[in-house]
């Protein structure tokens, strides 16, 4: 006999794929999203130095790429900036979901507002402020103004996820391990940060991707010495666009694959554990 | 039962609710439980019994009133460092931690030695019945399992009381069943005293040596199992704790003049209970205290309904305004049919006057 499933007949409002233009429309969005890309890793093996027309295969530009000081320079700032911002902001944010578990529900409600309203606000908007602001209070423009920067603007975005996890926490283990005599130290060492990991593991990859990829305040706050990997990309492009810049993009394509597929197998191995 | 180890004095707590006002969980209430008992808090939900548990493990503060336990007072210490541990209706395992880990817990939190950690657990997990399962998760149990890790994770603490919030609830019947004897055994075992919140009467029945039963924040009786099913103090008690029919009726000179003209004779009537001299009153009679009788009916009716349960058979009669429910032995002699006229009476010293 077979085993009883508990499957349910899937509810659907309407079966979209029953519409004539269903087909057509999936493979025309799906070709609009990924072959740009397709299209940057092609033209990244391109011999020519015109990154339009296809005369042979080639390595040199990834070779360029390697060899060329300006584009280490640009990479190694981004990192760093991506790497700082992404602790900061993962810490304050975690901090602040903690506290606004203790706040009554209308200054939560106030505190979720203020701390999510970047998201919805244009990012020009608050490069311009920022940098207005870093000039009036006489922060040098560099590395430590990107990193404040980049801090600010990444804490919704850490937050987002770690808030998330903390609302589909049940209160009960909570009240278990106090119950069975942890004080709230031991709590948020034994009991809360090991639940929230997940969470703040998705915080912190978001901060990352969206610090290391932002253009906007980077290119506003950045100064000469401090010039991060998208600023020097567009810089590249304006001169001479050679395909350097799709071996370069190749390469954080692969980058970002990377460390998507590494959370996928990681989580996958907490959970079989 | 002389010394209270668990003191619980003049307790008041209440909640707001979202729309501005205040319900009174717990009412002035007053209750004391002796050492190595095992004590029963029965209700229906929201009569205040969990609030109970939860001001004595330390996860609700009474709003005022005193917890005392062997004398001291417990309700103004945090709830880590009371020497009482709770079994969670929802078990509350801790899912990122194996079976020895979440029993272990409360261990490391009193920083006892490694080795001594160690033999506990493995006493615990003994104890109930998991010994080999130390190092799944929780998820890789099945309920019932985890019921278990839940009770060995408290009972490691070696708590002076083990508060216990419907902790059977969530498990199916036989299972259950089987968990309330094995409750007993380990209770007797421990010797450490139960406090169990239930709002099954049965299980109730079966597990308590002693029980209170809760209504509207207040406690309404305490005593033995059978105490409170034989001798309610009112018609609440009496309806809650097993079926019986609260009937009403007019005092008369020569007995209690029932719904449908019949009457039962004073003297048949339980000793100990208060009877108005005159008026009317509710009495109270378990349908397997009714009797089949010839002559002197208390109960004269047409039978509406017959129902076989096995053992027993129940007759629904309709007498005056009121139905009421006999349940007669299934190996009696005649059993009347739907439509008959029949006669009832209420066994000597069975039916009591009970307050509403």
């Keep these: ?273 | 039962m002389t010394d209270a180890h668990l003191d619980i004095r003049q307790v008041t707590k209440t909640f707001p609710t979202p729309e501005g006002g205040v319900v009174v969980a717990l009412d002035r209430v007053d209750l004391a439980i002796a050492e190595g008992e095992f004590f029963v808090m029965l209700g229906p939900s929201g009569c205040g019994k969990t609030s109970l548990l939860r001001c004595i493990a330390g996860l609700e503060y009474p709003d005022s009133g005193e917890i005392l336990l062997d004398g001291s007072r417990i309700d103004d210490i945090p709830a880590y460092a009371r020497p009482v541990n709770t079994v969670f209706q929802s078990y509350a395992l801790f899912p990122h931690m194996s079976v020895a880990q979440n029993v272990a817990f409360g261990l490391e939190m009193e920083r006892l030695p490694k080795n001594e950690i160690k033999s506990r657990v493995a006493a615990a997990l003994e104890q109930v019945k998991l010994t080999g399962l130390d190092r799944r998760k929780p998820t890789q149990l099945s309920g019932g399992q985890q019921q278990r890790v839940a009770l060995a994770r408290a009972l490691a603490k070696q708590p002076k009381v083990l508060l216990l919030d419907e902790p059977l609830s969530a498990l199916d019947l036989k299972l259950r069943r089987g968990m309330q004897v094995e409750l007993k055994r380990l209770q007797r075992e421990t010797g450490i005293t139960f406090v169990f919140v239930t709002h099954d009467q049965e299980e109730a029945m079966t597990m308590g040596d002693r029980i209170a039963v809760f209504n509207e924040g207040k406690i309404v009786q305490v005593g033995s199992p059978q105490e409170i099913y034989r001798r309610p103090v009112n018609g609440f008690v009496a309806d809650f704790i097993g079926e019986t029919n609260l009937i009403k009726v007019t005092v008369g000179s020569g007995g209690f003049i029932f719904p449908g003209g019949g009457v039962l004779a004073r003297e048949l009537l339980a000793e100990d209970c208060e009877v108005p001299a005159a008026g009317e009153c509710l009495l109270a009679v378990r349908p397997e205290d009714f009797e089949l009788v010839d002559t002197d009916a208390a109960v004269v009716g047409e039978v509406v309904d017959v129902i076989f349960t096995g053992g027993l058979i129940r007759l629904h009669v309709r007498a005056g305004d009121q139905e009421i429910v006999a349940a007669l032995p299934s190996h009696g002699a005649v059993v009347p049919a739907v439509g008959d006229q029949t006669r009832l009476r209420p066994i000597t010293k069975a039916a009591r006057t009970v307050g509403s």
């Design chain 1, 1 to 273: 006999m077979s085993p009883v499933t508990t499957s349910r007949p899937r509810r659907r409002l309407v079966n979209l794929s029953n519409f004539p233009l269903f087909r057509g429309t999936s493979i025309a969005v799906l070709v609009g999203m990924y072959l740009p890309l397709l299209l940057v890793v092609f033209y990244s093996f391109n011999q020519n130095r015109l990154a339009q027309i296809w005369t042979g295969f080639s390595f040199k530009w990834y070779d360029f790429v390697f060899h060329n000081d300006d584009i280490l320079r640009a990479l190694k700032n981004s990192l760093i900036v991506a790497v700082v911002a992404t602790i900061l902001s993962t810490l304050l944010a975690l901090g602040a979901a903690l506290g606004m578990l203790r706040m009554a529900r209308s200054g939560r409600v106030f505190a979720w507002g203020l701390l999510g309203a970047p998201l919805l606000i244009p990012e020009i908007v608050l490069a311009v402020g920022t940098l207005g602001f870093f000039l009036t209070i006489k922060v040098p423009l560099g590395h430590v103004a990107l990193i404040l920067a980049h801090t600010a603007f990444c804490i919704p975005f850490a937050l987002l996820p770690i808030r998330a996890r903390l609302a589909g926490l049940d209160a009960a283990p909570f009240e278990a391990a106090t119950d069975l005599g942890a004080n709230e130290w031991q709590i948020l060492r034994r009991i809360t940060l090991p639940l929230l990991a997940p969470g703040i593991l998705a915080g912190a990859l978001l901060a990352f991707a969206i610090s290391l990829d932002d253009f906007i305040t980077s290119f506003f706050i950045a100064g000469p010495g401090a010039t991060t990997l998208p600023v020097y990309i567009f810089g590249m492009i304006r001169s001479n666009v050679t395909p350097a810049v799709n071996a370069l993009s190749t390469l954080l394509l692969i980058f970002s694959a990377t460390m998507l597929l590494a959370v996928y197998l990681l989580n996958r191995i907490r959970r079989s554990d």
